[in-house]
């Protein structure tokens, strides 16, 4: 078997246009210790220093120092920074506002994350976005920083003036609310709020919600809302087994849905960061031509992308084993994005590794536990159940 060495797309080895990115930041990074401020300095002075040796404003510079200060709890991702020089001064901001605020002790899963996020597997993988770094750090660290009961999760309803409301629910409902209005916006051409309104005061609305949860653990994850108590899910919910499946017609099973957005987690399309559940489902080989309704042929594309590929401007393969994507573009080059969501190998196995550690969490931050859910479906990428919620009564 041939084993064939991974790198980002921008630091395509051999590449003299594609290694400037790599040597860019490379000299960033080595101008920054230079000018990099005691943490006893005068905070203004050294960033309007900062700011003026680099061309950027202060309150930039001071935003880039918080990324370059995170790193220093993060050996593991500023090791691969040093390999590879895959970090700009963007995606570095990035991290350090993601993390301000984080406890030294739930720093180490946060570079573990991270440094796999930046550890490529694949020729020509797709360098992670800055949207993509928020959301990796946000999945860490919903898993540690679970609200207290009560905390935040209370209901409230607030009536400001004679135009506008305000309420606040628990997550599970908030998203079922969010996703109704939006079908229902896009059903009737209609503005949010309009959609809110018909929603309101029409009888028999309906949405329905995936939340995955792994074998062995009480919280569930939703998509677009991170990890959730299970006995927190206040819709009327049931347990299903997914897996690999099939669908005889055209439009897809909810159980093959649920598999291939578990999967995908967002538009596979490279650099798009829409959620896989505001996506259309394509059929890589076209259903007029015998490509089957399955869950190796369908892949989550939202409708811009999706128009893209149906003109045929560009085409794509993919490996139904890893369901890594390989895109074909019409000048020659190519691009490998891997699935973001949750049913892979990978984010299936770290999550179930921190799931084990969630006990060790909740005592040390006074957390109740939940009670495990028993029902588990099984693939190769894991173990979870596949717990629906449906927001009608």
Same mark, same amino acid.
């Given at each position: ?33 230079? +000018? ?33 200060? =995170?790193?220093?709890?993060? %050996? ?29 002790? +739930? ?41 207290? #009961? ?42 949010? =709020? ?16 995936? =939340?995955?949860? %792994? ?28 897996? #690999? ?6 439009? #897809? ?21 829409? %959620? ?43 490996? %139904? ?8 573009? #019409? ?6 994005? +891997?699935?973001?969501?949750? +049913? ?50």
């Amino acid at each position: 078997m041939i084993h064939l060495k991974g790198w980002f797309a921008p630091c395509h080895p051999g590449n003299d246009v594609a290694g400037v990115y790599s040597t860019i930041n490379r000299l960033h990074w080595e101008a920054w210790q230079k +000018v990099q401020p005691d943490l006893g300095d005068w905070a203004d002075l050294s960033f309007a220093y900062i700011g003026r040796m680099f061309g950027i404003s202060g309150r930039r510079a001071e935003a880039i120092y918080r990324g370059f200060f =995170a790193l220093s709890f993060l %050996p593991g991702l500023s090791y691969r920074q040093r390999q590879d020089w895959v970090l700009d001064f963007e995606r570095i901001a990035v991290i350090g506002r993601e993390l301000l605020g984080v406890d030294a002790e +739930v720093m180490p899963f946060v570079d573990t994350a991270l440094e796999e996020l930046f550890t490529p597997t694949r020729p020509q993988q797709q360098l992670p976005t800055t949207a993509r770094i928020r959301q990796v750090i946000r999945d860490v660290l919903s898993m540690f920083y679970l609200p207290e #009961p009560g905390e935040g999760t209370e209901e409230c309803y607030e009536r400001e003036g004679d135009t506008g409301f305000r309420v606040r629910l628990d997550e599970s409902t908030a998203e079922a609310i969010d996703r109704a209005v939006r079908a229902k916006a896009a059903k009737e051409g209609v503005s949010f =709020a309009r959609a809110l309104a018909m929603l309101v005061l029409e009888d028999g609305a309906k949405v329905i919600i995936n =939340a995955y949860q %792994p074998a062995g653990s009480s919280v569930a994850f939703i998509p677009g809302r991170g990890l959730v108590n299970v006995e927190d899910i206040e819709l009327e919910t049931f347990v299903r087994d997914i897996q #690999p499946s099939s669908s005889s017609g055209y439009v #897809p099973a909810a159980a093959v849905r649920a598999f291939v957005e578990g999967r995908d987690g967002t538009c596979r399309w490279p650099g798009c960061t829409v %959620p896989a559940y505001r996506t259309q489902l394509d059929h890589r080989v076209e259903y007029d031509r015998q490509g089957p309704t399955d869950t190796d042929n369908l892949v989550c594309l939202c409708s811009h992308h999706h128009n893209i590929k149906t003109a045929k401007r560009v085409f794509y393969v993919m490996d %139904p084993c890893t369901g890594d994507i390989f895109w074909l573009f #019409p000048d020659g080059t190519w691009e490998v994005t +891997v699935p973001n969501g949750v +049913v892979v190998p990978e984010t299936a196995n770290f999550m179930q590794t921190v799931a084990q550690r969630m006990e060790w969490v909740w005592q040390r931050y006074s957390r109740d536990t939940i009670a495990d859910h028993e029902t588990t479906w099984t693939t190769a990428a894991g173990s979870f159940s596949d717990v629906e919620g449906d927001s009608s009564r």
